[in-house]
């Protein structure tokens, strides 16, 4: 018996478990008595114990959700709803906060989408009909009060549910409130229809032009509805043709599915990858909630996108849900809103807009001059989604037009990762207005970056300003700066962009900014919250591609121990006193270990710095000519940092040496200290400057573009430009490219005679310079960067071109026939697309 003693190995395992089976049998005995207590606690208490509070709420919803047996569908949806949601009908809004969320963010969009309606008097406040479909509780009307005052703004409120326990809790919420417009409606939605004295418009007088609903909601509902078809197909008609739809809900979906897309308001964040699906739509399917793509998928096909984002719930494991602001697809109104794309499409292409009284006249006078029409992409698209009965791209839905629809999915767009480079500009606008002298019949082209130098040139209101990139995150930057001066006070602005952080800025974009961003623009900001709202950093100017090279230089200056002196730099009040600082400040930043270890490489200087191979070539040619070395030298591995610290040393000595940094040369400001200040800020930050960019219409001549320069000059009427700037775009082509002499002809093709051209180089002498002067251009060098000098308060270019438009190209003559051929065929085209289209 000796193999089963205590210090045998199976003893060892006998005496373990008797001792793991003890606790077993102590832990479970603690908790009976402790139940028992609880009990008998509870039972001993005077009173009435409230079961739709405290434990007994989550104790409800595990029992609901998880334990009870559910009805079967063949008793009806009502008696399987109720079913459902009797047992936890009281405690359904305490346990649904945390795990419906977005309900209202969607209602903040719907609220902030009808202020804009009532501002611009397309609806009037206080006549407006709401019908929220799936209401439960009531619980989305109540919280749509901290947007818009229900009582006041609407003449009546319907919730239309199925579950007459959640209809009960709802009208006992609105007795509590004292609310008498609202009434709840146990109904099913597909049967719902409005009473004749709210379905008739009191603005429509006898007619029933516009009749319906101004707003319909569904929070969570859509899901839940097997038959969702038919409330989709019959959300047409409860609408007004003016009238809004806000949905919110959960869903899964591949990218793969919405790739061929065009009209779904952006793609973003919106891939569910497999194992998640699979995972949330087997989840929910065990409480009858769908979530199946089709359900999304049809209601971005019934009606047209204003607002769409795909979110996720990470406090509750990541569950994908999606918010939609939609309009009806085809909206029916008066010829001039039916030409509405044909204006569109002029003011993208500088085309003169014929309107149909005189169109076939003034064709028959095109044939002389012109082969075809100049067409919009955005134009064209929106023939092929009416040709094949899908909505318009969600830029024609916008509030505002000014952001051209380009596909968001194409390679070259997604090639940036959802990253703009540049989160300022480092072109100085003051030298732009010396050489430009713009006036207000100027129709100008200018590279985005990040969008300052755009506010610039419309304080000088020109007649049309076109800002193109191709990096659409760039233009999402300039589009969250224009919906800024749009919808907010200059200190708000000032927090944004000045200071780079704004601790309430996810309230502002849904309540305030939202009806002037496109649906792409607001999806990447509301997954960008962050960047203004963080406690930790410095906020906007921290972000980009470009960040990385403003880091490194504060973390040696934190490293070196120079932070006091960066900070006396920034605040010197004369040069003299800055020039003294400087030294210390140099040795760090000039350090030549450092720049032939960093600066000097290639992956920095793209990277961190944003310049590109080519131009950075440039700058190294630019070395060997001036220092007469050999092409043997061009070998020497220590060649390459040593003209990248030069050209550093040409770029930052005459800054310091010329400019006042604490009060007028703001680009270095905002490098050092991570934020303007009031004192040095550029010209768009100024009080005087939001007066006049806040003001109606400032921004109607502005129109966005998500492409290359050249496709956008392809799409624009010949002659029709006088500016085109640039900026140093020309130093990224290859030398032994053609693109650089296709880029001359069509910039000699879109502008007038004697049109300007403003170009920035990192080359004394840019290759590309011939090009232009091949190809009609007069080319004038107006500023060059040689050491010890100073271009401009950046100083980061070598030299500063003007080329002037002297001499147009010869086009080659089309066929006359085929030019009268093509021009009919177009004018029968655009005859169709206008009839057909209703917008």
């Keep these: 018996m000796s193999f089963l003693g205590n210090n045998s190995p199976i003893g ?31 039972s001993s208490r005077k009173g009435k114990i409230n079961y ?33 949601y009797k047992a936890q009908a009281g405690v359904y809004d305490a346990t649904r906060k945390r795990l419906l969320r977005g309900r209202e963010d969607m209602l903040g969009l719907v609220a902030a989408q009808l202020m804009f309606k009532a501002d611009n008097k397309e609806l009037q406040a206080g006549k407006a009909i709401w019908v929220d479909i799936g209401g439960g509780t009531g619980y989305n009307i109540e919280a749509m009060s901290a947007f818009l005052p229900v009582q006041t703004f609407f003449s009546h409120v319907y919730l239309v549910d199925l579950s007459p326990s959640l209809c009960e809790v709802a009208r006992e919420r609105f007795r509590r409130l ?36 101004d707003v319909v909601t569904m929070s969570y509902s859509l899901s839940m509805i097997p038959d969702y078809y038919s409330v989709i197909d019959s959300l047409s008609s409860l609408l007004k043709p003016s009238g809004l739809l806000g949905v919110c809900d959960f869903y899964v979906q591949s990218i793969v599915d919405v790739s061929s897309r065009n009209y779904i308001g952006g793609a973003f964040n919106r891939h569910v990858n497999w194992l998640s699906r699979v995972f949330w739509r087997a989840w929910f399917d065990a409480d009858r909630v769908s979530l199946e793509a089709a359900r999304r998928d049809y209601l971005e096909y019934r009606f047209g996108t204003v607002v769409s984002a795909s979110e996720r719930n990470y406090l509750l494991g990541g569950i994908p849900y999606y918010i939609f602001i939609g309009c009806q697809k085809a909206i029916a109104s008066s010829q001039t809103s039916r030409d509405a794309i044909e204006k ?33 992409k955005a134009y064209e698209t929106a023939v092929i989604n009416l040709g094949s009965n899908l909505p318009l791209p969600s830029s024609f839905y916008q509030n505002h037009h000014y952001r051209i629809f380009y ?131 410095k906020g906007l100017y921290e972000t980009g591609g470009s960040r990385h090279a403003i880091k490194m230089v504060r973390y040696l200056f934190k490293v070196f121990g120079i932070e006091s002196q960066v900070r006396q730099l920034c605040e010197a009040q004369t040069i003299a006193e800055q020039r003294q600082i ?67 040393v040409d770029t930052l000595d005459p800054v310091v040496k010329d400019t006042l940094i604490s009060s007028d040369n703001y680009f270095y400001f905002l490098c050092l200290q991570g934020q303007f200040s009031r004192r040095c800020h550029p010209a768009y930050l100024s009080p005087k400057a939001h007066v006049r960019l806040s003001s109606p219409g400032a921004f109607d001549g502005l129109r966005i573009h998500t492409d290359e320069i050249n496709e956008v000059i392809k799409r624009i009427t010949p002659r029709s430009l006088t500016i085109a700037v640039v900026m140093d775009s020309m130093d990224w082509f290859d030398p032994e490219g053609e693109e650089a002499s296709a880029q001359a002809q069509k910039l000699n093709q879109a502008l007038k005679m004697d049109g300007r051209i403003l170009l920035r180089s990192a080359s004394i002498e840019p ?39 002297t001499r147009e190209l010869e086009q080659p003559s089309p066929d006359r026939s085929i030019s009268v051929l093509s021009l009919n065929d177009s004018r029968s085209k655009r005859s169709t697309s206008v009839e057909d289209l209703q917008i």
């Design 12 to 42: 060892s395992f006998v005496n373990d478990r008797v001792d793991w089976l003890h606790i077993y049998i102590a832990g479970t005995a603690f908790l009976v008595c402790a139940l028992i207590a609880v009990v008998l606690s509870l």
């Design 52 to 84: 739709d509070s405290g434990v007994f709420t989550y104790a409800k919803f595990i029992y609901a959700n998880f334990l009870k047996p559910h009805q079967k569908n063949e008793d009806g949806q009502q008696d399987a709803l109720e079913s459902f």
């Design 178 to 213: 004292g609310w008498k417009n609202v009434s709840v409606v146990c109904q099913d939605a597909r049967s719902f229809r409005l009473p004749e004295e709210d379905h008739v418009d009191p603005r429509a007088k006898s007619t029933a032009a516009d009749t319906g609903a």
């Design 344 to 376: 569109l499409d002029a003011s993208f292409t500088e085309s003169p807009y014929l309107s149909p009284a005189n169109h076939r006249k003034e064709m028959d006078k095109a044939v002389e001059a012109s082969a075809q029409e100049v067409r919009s």
């Design 582 to 648: 400087w030294p210390r400040i140099r040795s760090v930043l000039m350090s030549k270990p450092l720049h032939w270890a960093v600066v000097g490489t290639e992956w920095f200087a793209w990277k961190a710095a944003g310049v590109p191979r080519n131009q950075r070539n440039m700058i190294i040619n630019d070395f060997y000519k001036r220092n007469g070395l050999t092409e043997d030298m061009k070998k020497a591995k220590d060649i390459s940092g040593q003209s990248i610290w030069e050209y550093v």
């Design 767 to 805: 290759w590309y310079i011939r090009n232009f002067e091949e190809n009609g251009f007069t080319a004038r060098r107006v500023g060059a960067r040689f050491p010890g000098s100073c271009i401009d308060r950046v100083n980061m270019y070598a030299s500063t071109w003007i080329c002037t438009k």
């Design 407 to 537: 596909n968001d999915l194409l390679p070259k767009h997604t090639q940036f990762q959802n990253e703009y480079i540049y989160a300022f500009n480092w072109e100085d606008p003051r030298v732009d207005h010396r050489l430009l002298n713009i006036q207000r019949d100027d129709v100008i082209l200018a590279i985005t970056s990040a969008g300052d130098n755009i506010l610039d040139y419309l304080q000088k209101s020109p007649r049309r300003v076109h800002a193109v990139d191709l990096n659409p995150n760039q233009n999402h930057l300039l589009e969250l700066k224009v919906a800024s001066f749009i919808a907010l006070g200059h200190r708000d602005v000032w927090k944004i962009f000045g200071e780079g952080k704004h601790p309430e800025f996810r309230r502002l974009l849904i309540s305030r900014l939202s009806p002037h961003l496109s649906s792409q623009a607001f999806q990447y900001w509301l997954e960008h919250t962050h960047v203004f709202t963080s406690s930790s950093g």
